[in-house]
């Protein structure tokens, strides 16, 4: 799904209007009409307080629509307008002239007022005050209002972004931002929904079609994708009946050291179940007989030294090289990365030390082949790029840093972002549960074997993000976020595969209806 900047839907609002012969008060009409269509479906008529606040802008407009038809329809409605400048919107007073003729409890106005309705905790409030136009701080006021809203506890609907909240920057101020339990957007959800800093603001989101002109949502080129089933499912290589192993790459896996093998136990396994058709594990002696006895399937390299890699030689050919779990940062193994970076043609996923090394000495990122995968936890990021002041400020870095040297990034987190130069992936898979102790390296093996079989690494890393994600979602259905492991995710990843090509369940009532 492809996520809109702000003047991409504005320019979206004028293609359509242009091209579909309507007025933008008629796409006002169809935006007000399908969030009315969303809350009746839910409510069916229940006469729960519904207080519906409307700004005097476009955003305004569309809760004065939803106002009038749930007014129309016998709601129990009350509409408040934040009288907070002279300036409305030609939409906003058509619709505001239009509820005034279909009820005589006209929109009551609050005029730079602390004295706000009272509201209680069962009531809905309806966020319309406003939309992703804001340029300009809050007025106290207005923030006292929202304050108010948070502390009644009742439900809090926004209507397509929680008022106060920018598209494109962290709020200096959150308590000048709405918090709210649910958000319905038009045309697609909004990058902020989806970044630590700012996705407090709304607990769920749900995207409203309000009939945009499909030749430009289908030809824009976004900024940023959001990645779910439907987008990774094209990306899916199936295999023929008389494919074999040699078909499907030789994976290396290189890393750990004493005390840490089963870090690269866990990215060998994971490469090997993502489809790898080989796997080889580079490791210090000391991982030789733990690494033989608990993953069989793997072919096994040593250095000479017992406790940590001091030299990386191996005589194979393989399709893709993980490197760094486990690995350390002992100045012999610094000296081996930098040979080994120096020679090497090979794509590579790179993770944990390996990303450490390259932190301690940046001059080693010019050696990295173009389109290499870096899959850094927070801490390890902040040492390649140094520190950031935001969401935004890290994304403008990751950036900066994935143009400079060619490579990908995965900034790992709830919703895993993958950065390739000004192109940004939200996974949208995975839960608390990968919040554990090597599922980072299984991240990193899951994107090696998907190279290993011919996946570009940009197809890897994106697919692979989703698949860990996904593999997470149905082990913890099992295991519960406290008790999933690492290893639960590679158990799993088989499932995650099959789930692409299973069809959604359809809703009880659907189903009910079909058996009558």
Same mark, same amino acid.
């Given at each position: 799904m492809k996520l809109f900047?702000?003047?991409q839907i504005y320019q979206g609002d004028k293609l359509t209007a242009e091209r579909q012969k309507i007025s933008s008060t008629d796409l006002m009409e169809r935006a007000g009409m399908q969030i009315f269509n969303w809350i009746h479906m839910r409510m069916q008529g229940a006469q729960v307080p519904i207080h519906i606040?409307?700004?005097?802008?476009?955003?305004?407009?569309?809760?004065?629509?939803?106002?009038?038809?749930?007014?129309?329809?016998?709601? @129990?409605?009350?509409?408040?307008?934040?009288?907070?400048?002279?300036?409305?919107?030609?939409?906003?007073?058509?619709?505001?002239?239009?509820?005034k003729n279909v009820t005589k409890d006209w929109p009551t106005l609050l005029n730079c007022t602390e004295d706000f309705p009272e509201i209680n905790q069962d009531d809905i409030i309806v966020d319309a005050v406003f939309g992703i136009g804001l340029n300009r701080?809050?007025?106290?006021?207005?923030?006292?209002?929202?304050?108010?809203?948070? $502390?009644?506890?009742?439900?809090?609907?926004?209507?397509?972004?929680?008022?106060?909240?920018?598209?494109?920057?962290?709020?200096?101020?959150?308590?000048?931002?709405?918090?709210?339990?649910?958000?319905?957007?038009?045309?697609?959800?909004?990058?902020?929904?989806f970044l630590p800093d700012t996705a407090k603001h709304t607990i769920q989101w749900e995207v409203l079609d309000i009939g945009l002109d499909q030749e430009f949502l289908f030809e824009t080129n976004t900024e940023v994708d959001l990645i779910g089933k439907h987008e990774v499912l094209p990306?899916?290589? +199936?295999?023929?009946?008389? $494919? @074999?192993?040699?078909?499907?790459?030789?994976?290396?896996?290189?890393?750990?050291?004493?005390?840490?093998?089963?870090?690269?136990?866990?990215?060998?396994?994971?490469?090997?179940?993502?489809? $790898?058709?080989?796997?080889?594990? /580079?490791? +210090?002696?000391?991982? /030789?007989?733990?690494?033989?006895a608990s993953f069989p399937e793997t072919m096994v390299v040593t250095d000479t030294n017992e406790e940590i890699i001091t030299d990386i030689k191996f005589n194979i050919e393989p399709t893709v090289i993980g490197i760094g779990m486990g690995m350390g940062t002992h100045t012999k193994t610094i000296s081996a990365f930098e040979a080994f970076l120096k020679?090497?043609?090979?794509?590579?996923?790179?993770?944990?030390?390996?990303?450490?090394?390259?932190?301690?000495?940046?001059?080693?990122?010019?050696?990295?082949?173009?389109?290499?995968?870096?899959?850094? @936890?927070?801490?390890?990021?902040?040492?390649?790029?140094?520190?950031?002041?935001?969401?935004?400020?890290?994304?403008?870095?990751?950036?900066?840093?994935?143009?400079?040297?060619?490579?990908?990034?995965?900034?790992?987190? *709830?919703?895993?972002?993958?950065?390739?130069?000004?192109?940004?992936?939200?996974?949208?898979?995975?839960? +608390? &549960?990968l919040s554990t102790a090597g599922s980072g390296d299984v991240l990193t093996g899951i994107i090696t074997g998907l190279i290993s079989q011919g996946y570009k690494p940009m197809e890897a890393t994106v697919f692979g993000v989703y698949l860990h994600g996904r593999?997470?979602?149905?082990?913890?259905?099992?295991?519960?976020?406290?008790?999933?492991? *690492?290893?639960?995710?590679?158990?799993?990843? &088989?499932?995650?595969?099959?789930?692409?090509?299973?069809?959604?369940?359809? +809703?009880?009532?659907?189903?009910?209806e079909e058996k009558e």
């Open positions: 900047s702000k003047e606040f409307c700004g005097i802008g476009n955003n305004g407009g569309d809760g004065l629509v939803l106002a009038r038809h749930l007014i129309l329809d016998g709601y @129990h409605v009350k509409t408040y307008v934040v009288n907070c400048s002279d300036k409305r919107s030609k939409d906003f007073l058509i619709n505001y002239d239009r509820i701080p809050v007025d106290d006021w207005v923030k006292s209002l929202f304050m108010h809203f948070r $502390s009644t506890k009742a439900f809090t609907l926004a209507i397509d972004i929680p008022s106060g909240l920018s598209t494109d920057k962290v709020p200096e101020d959150e308590d000048a931002v709405v918090w709210a339990g649910y958000t319905l957007s038009f045309a697609s959800p909004k990058l902020v929904f990306l899916y290589m +199936p295999r023929e009946k008389f $494919s @074999h192993k040699g078909q499907f790459g030789h994976s290396l896996i290189i890393g750990g050291s004493y005390g840490k093998i089963g870090a690269v136990i866990l990215a060998s396994r994971a490469a090997l179940s993502a489809g $790898s058709g080989l796997i080889t594990t /580079y490791i +210090p002696k000391c991982g /030789y007989v733990p690494l033989q020679n090497n043609k090979v794509p590579l996923v790179i993770d944990a030390d390996g990303i450490n090394i390259l932190s301690k000495k940046k001059s080693l990122l010019k050696l990295l082949p173009e389109q290499s995968i870096l899959t850094p @936890h927070p801490k390890e990021l902040e040492r390649l790029i140094g520190t950031w002041k935001d969401d935004f400020d890290k994304l403008k870095k990751v950036k900066a840093f994935s143009k400079k040297y060619t490579c990908i990034v995965v900034i790992k987190g *709830a919703n895993t972002i993958t950065v390739s130069n000004d192109k940004l992936y939200v996974n949208t898979t995975g839960n +608390p &549960g593999s997470a979602d149905i082990a913890v259905e099992y295991f519960g976020y406290q008790s999933l492991i *690492a290893s639960h995710i590679i158990d799993y990843l &088989g499932e995650a595969f099959i789930d692409l090509f299973k069809q959604p369940e359809p +809703p009880a009532e659907v189903e009910a």
